[in-house]
């Protein structure tokens, strides 16, 4: 089955530097193995001027659940971990099953 990582990044307290350092994440992202798609999103701002639920939204497309468990579990996976821990910037990770039409 298909397999999608979604990684959602909260607010940042510095956007513009994080802005600076996502880059070379979203950079490391597309050189993981087996990821057939990176769709990066920034979240867009509320109307009222409140906070938004994230900052940003990062989804990882793997042809399967094994696929995608093996390539976190690569070099290229702990630097791009790192890199986003590295921002300061708290984000939560959920591993989905793409149904198919």
Known sequence: MPTKI???????ADPTAFEDAYTEVETLARRLPGVRRVEAAKVWPKEDGSPTPA???LDLYFDSYEEASAAVATPVAGAFFQRLIGTGTPF???FSDIAQD
């Not at 979604?6 to 940042?12: E, G, K, Q, R, S």
């Open 55 to 57: 900052h940003r939204t």
């Open 92 to 94: 939560t990770g959920l």
């Open 6 to 12: 979604t990684l959602i990044i909260d607010n940042p």
